[in-house]
C-alpha cells in the first residue's frame, strides 16, 4: 500500500470483487420472476396446399399459409414495459400425426432489441417461413396449436425461455386449395 | 532530469495507508450500494455498472497520489548513534535496516 501500484493493484482488486457481487445481486433479483405474460394469437385465414417438397421424401406434402394476429405486451425480465435485454420471439405451430406425435414448426419470428417497445400489435401478419409437414398430416389435422414463446438474454444469469400463456388451437381445412376463415 | 522524478514523493506512512484503504473502501462500499439501488429501480444493470465506476474514479484520485493527508504521521528514526569502534558499528546498521524492510 506504500507505493502507487501496490494501491493501483488493491483497488483495481476490491472494486472488481465489489462488481462481481453486484452482478451476482442483479441475477438473484431478476432469476425468479415469473415472466409468462397473457398473448392473444388469432388466425384469420388458413390455406393448405399439397405441392412439391424438393427438400424433403420427394413427394407431395401438406403446406399450410397461414394469416395471424398477435398482441402481447411482453414484459421484460425486469419488468418494466421497454426492453433492457434482447428478445428473441418466435411463433411455433405444434400438432400430432401418424408418424410422429409432436412436430414443431417454428412459422415466424422476430427479433426485439433493447430499447424497443414490446407492446406487440401485429394484424395480418404472414408466416416467415414454410409450414410444410413431412407427409400428408396438415390436411383435416384438428389440432394444430400455435404458441408465441421467447428467449430472454439477461444481463447476468440463466438464459429463460418463455412460453406466453395464450395459445391457439385450430382444426386444417379438409380439402386443398381451399381457404378457410376463422 | 532523473532527480526531478526521484524527489517526486510517493509513499505513504502506515496510517496513511490505512487511512488510503478505508477511504477507497467505503467510498466503493457506498457506490455500489447507491448504484444497485438505482439500477433495481430503473431496472437497468448498466446504471449499477457506471456508478460503480464513477466511485472507482473518484476513490483512484483521492488515494492513489501521495497526498499530503497520508503523510502527517512520519516515522519517527533512531538518531544517529555516534560511530564507535566495535560491535556498535553492527548495532547502527541493524538499527538502520529495520525500519527499510517495511518501507
Not at chain 1, 30 to 39: C, I, L, M
Not at chain 2, 52 to 71: D, E, H, N
Not at chain 2, 93 to 100: C, G
Amino acid at each position: 500500500m506504500n507505493t502507487v501500484l501496490s494501491r493501483a493493484n488493491s483497488l483495481f482488486a476490491f472494486s472488481l470483487s465489489v462488481m462481481a457481487a453486484l452482478t451476482f445481486g442483479c441475477f438473484i433479483t431478476t432469476a425468479f420472476k415469473d415472466r409468462s405474460v397473457p398473448v392473444d394469437i388469432h388466425v384469420s385465414k388458413v390455406m393448405l396446399k399439397n405441392v412439391d417438397d424438393f427438400t424433403g421424401p420427394r413427394e407431395r406434402s401438406d403446406l399450410g399459409f397461414l394469416t395471424f394476429d398477435i398482441s402481447a405486451d411482453i414484459l421484460c425480465p425486469c419488468g418494466s414495459s421497454c426492453v433492457c435485454t434482447p428478445l428473441f420471439l418466435y411463433l411455433s405451430a405444434e400438432y400430432s400425426t401418424k408418424s410422429n406425435a409432436l412436430n414443431q414448426v417454428v412459422l415466424w419470428d422476430k427479433i426485439v432489441l433493447r430499447g424497443d417497445k414490446t407492446k406487440l400489435l401485429l394484424k395480418d401478419m404472414k408466416s416467415k417461413y414454410f409450414f410444410f409437414d413431412d407427409g400428408n398430416g396438415l390436411r383435416a389435422n384438428k389440432n394444430i396449436t400455435l404458441t408465441l414463446s421467447w428467449n430472454v438474454v439477461p444481463n447476468a444469469g440463466i438464459l429463460p425461455l418463455v412460453t406466453g400463456s395464450g395459445r391457439k388451437s385450430l382444426p386444417f381445412p379438409d380439402a386443398y386449395e381451399t381457404t378457410q376463415s376463422y | 532530469m532523473l532527480s526531478i522524478f526521484s524527489s517526486i514523493p510517493t509513499h505513504m506512512d502506515y496510517k496513511g495507508q490505512k487511512l488510503a484503504e478505508q477511504i477507497f473502501q467505503g467510498i466503493i462500499l457506498v457506490s455500489a450500494v447507491i448504484g444497485f439501488i438505482y439500477g433495481l429501480i430503473i431496472e437497468q444493470f448498466g446504471w449499477t455498472v457506471y456508478i460503480v465506476l464513477a466511485g472507482f474514479a473518484i476513490s483512484s484520485l483521492l488515494t492513489l497520489p501521495p497526498w499530503p493527508m497520508y503523510r502527517r504521521n512520519p516515522l519517527t528514526w533512531q538518531p544517529v548513534l555516534p560511530e564507535s569502534p566495535g560491535d556498535g558499528r553492527e548495532k547502527t546498521q541493524e538499527n538502520t535496516k529495520k525500519p527499510r524492510k517495511h518501507k
